[in-house]
Structures are given as C-alpha cells and as structure tokens.
C-alpha cells in the first residue's frame, strides 16, 4: 500500500492507473531543457569578456546575466531527479553535467540542491523534516521573499542534524559545501579587482534568480496545503502567464510522478485530470480541459 | 586544522563577506562620485563600514532588517 493514498475512490481512478498513464509521459528525453541549462551558463560566462571589453554597457550584461539565473533552476532541478538518464547508467553523465553547470549562474552547489530536493518530496510540508518549509509556508509574497535575501531560509545546519543518519544526505551536503566554499572564493576573488561585475553580473543577478526561483517553485506551488501525496500541492492560476515562470501552476503533476519531463506536464495534467479531481488535490477542480499551449492566466 | 577553518566561516563568514564583498564594492563606488572620493581615508572608511554591516549581520543572525 502507497502512504497516502485514499482507498475510497472509484477503480477507474486507482493509483496503478493514474502510474501507468504517467509512465507514458515520462520517457522523453529532454533535449530542452538541456539546452537551456548548459546555453544560459554558456551566454553568462560569454558575457563576462563581452562586458570587459565594453563590446556591450554592464547595465545590459546585468539583464542578460539575471535572465540567465532565472532559467538556471529548472534544468538542474531536471538533473535533480535523474531524468536526463531515466536510470540508465550510462547517462548519469548527463544529470551530473547539467546539474552542476547550469548552477554557475545561481552559485549554488549542485549536490546541496539535490538532496534537500529529494528530501522536500519525501517530507512536504513537514515542519520538521521539509528542507523547503521555510520557504514553502511564509504568508505573504514579502515575507518569502525577504527570507530568501536575508538567508534565514537557509538552515542547512539544522537538517545536517535532522537527517545525521542518513550517510549519503550528509556526505552530498559536505561534497556541496566544497563547491559552496569554491564559489563564494571566487566570488570574493573577483570582487577585490572587478567590483562592479562582481556585483552586477553574478551576486545581484543570483539573488534575483533565487528570489524568483523560490517564489514561484517553493512558495505558490504549496501555499496553504498540508501534508499527505495529494494534499500537499496545489494546481493554482495567476496572472501571469505560466511561460515567464517556468508553468509552476502544474508543479503539482511533478509532486506526484517527478519522472514526467517538464516540457510533459501540461499533457500529463490534462491525462491527470480526473484523477486529480478524484484525489481532491487542492485547485484540480480548476484545471482547464485544455492546459498544452494555455498560458493558464487568471485576474 | 579543517575543522578549525570551517568552524571559523560558520561563525563569521557574514563578517567576511561583509568586509572583503561589501568593502570592495563600497570603495569602488565612493571612488566613482567625486564629493566621495575626497573623503581621506575613503578606502578605509568603505572596508570598515563593510565589517560594521558583516558584524550587524552576525549579531543578528541574517541580513536584512525585519
């Protein structure tokens, strides 16, 4: 028996049906996303001689170094889960090479990320146990945002004790610091001699891809759920169009079947559908018939 | 001799970053507004407000006021 999962719905909607139609979605390979994760590094580290050079102002490389963090998560957060390789050994390279390169413009250590990640699917929305409690469960969009820039979010400490026994969630912890202690060198490295590029195309432009990157992949994906497999996720609508951030209002499909590639989800949603709405997942009763190709915005 | 060094940054990693990240940017642009750069020891004053923020920041425990 699944944890969490209720025995009182219909057969039509059981669990190993809703397995087998989001095993359908999960087999691509995501030439996308791979893409995306290595060219936004590549065009950040190119605009580092771009901008010494003057061949472009430092405010332009400002823009382009900060849209390049924004779409730094995703790729990585693929890697996260193993779905560049979908358990085939012999492209683990791939996970590991996304993971760790698409990160430079974030300057957050690929290992760190993965394992508290696995941990916040494992433990969502446990105070005690979710890595992303403190940024999942803040009651407004400011106080999110200001944990994030003043690093009260962050309390690896506590879950190095939390999870002390687990050996392979310490051991990536302590690999991750070491990238973690390479960055900020560098960092501080370059700022003594490039003050200004140091600040303005890597440290501001990193902070505002973290800020993004939580509000919409933390905050608004579990804002007022609880604990339990479909409970924990809500599918949610805004304003904005889900293309300017990363269509998170489906991040509730990836709670469920992680294994379903990005660029999947919205077929997979409207697979899911029924399913959903049989689960009660928060919001499914909101999912449009249509979600490929809608931009899901609500006033 | 790892144990020492690490333990150091965890407790005053913020003083750090302050001084030599903070410090640096601060200087370089009290050096770009002329009514700054004239302040004798402006380098001095901007690394020491860089430790006086990292030392605030670590007294508070995080960065930000609120």
Redesign the interface.
Same mark, same amino acid.
């Given at each position: 028996m699944v944890v969490g999962i209720k025995q009182d719905i219909p057969s039509e909607f059981s669990f190993e049906k809703e397995k087998t139609i989001a095993k359908s979605f999960s087999n691509r390979f995501q030439w996308e996303m791979v893409l995306i994760g290595i060219g936004q590094a590549c065009i950040w580290l190119s605009v580092w001689p771009l901008v010494f050079n003057q061949i472009i102002p430092l405010w332009i490389g400002f823009i382009v170094a900060t849209l390049c963090s924004c779409m730094a998560y995703l790729p990585s957060h693929e890697a996260q889960h193993g779905n560049y390789s979908r358990g085939k050994p012999e492209r683990r390279w791939i996970d590991s090479l996304v993971g760790h390169f698409t990160l430079i413009t974030l300057m957050y250590p690929y290992e760190v990320l993965r394992v508290t990640h696995m941990k916040h699917h494992a433990y969502t929305n446990d105070s005690e146990k979710d890595p992303d409690f403190g940024t999942s469960n803040p009651k407004s969009l400011w106080e999110v945002t200001?944990r994030v $820039?003043? %690093?009260?979010s962050l309390d690896y %400490?506590k879950y190095l004790e939390v999870y002390a026994d687990d050996n392979a969630f310490v051991d990536a912890m302590n690999r991750g610091?070491i990238v973690y $202690?390479l960055y900020?060198s560098i $960092?501080?490295s370059l700022?003594?001699f490039f003050?200004?590029e140091?600040?303005f195309l890597w440290?501001l432009p990193s902070k505002i891809g973290i800020v993004y990157t939580t509000i919409f992949f933390s905050w608004y994906p579990h804002q007022g759920t609880t604990l339990g497999r479909y409970k924990d996720t809500r599918f949610w609508r805004h304003w904005m169009p889900r293309y300017i951030n990363h269509s998170m209002q489906l991040h509730v499909i990836h709670h469920l079947h992680p294994s379903i590639g990005h660029y999947s989800e919205p077929k997979a949603v409207e697979a899911l559908k029924p399913f959903l709405i049989a689960r009660g997942v928060p919001g499914a009763e909101q999912i449009p018939d249509r979600v490929s190709y809608n931009p899901l915005v609500k006033f | 001799m790892l144990e020492k060094f690490t333990s150091h940054l965890e407790n005053w990693n913020k003083v750090w970053f302050g001084f030599i990240f903070l410090g640096s940017v601060f200087n370089a642009i009290s050096k770009e507004f002329s009514f700054l750069s004239v302040i004798p020891n402006i380098t001095m004053w901007s690394f020491a407000l860089g430790i006086f923020i990292g030392l605030i920041a670590k007294y508070r425990g995080k960065w930000l006021w609120g």
């Open positions: 200001l $820039l003043d %690093g009260s %400490g610091t $202690l900020r $960092l501080l700022v003594i003050p200004f140091a600040l440290w | -």
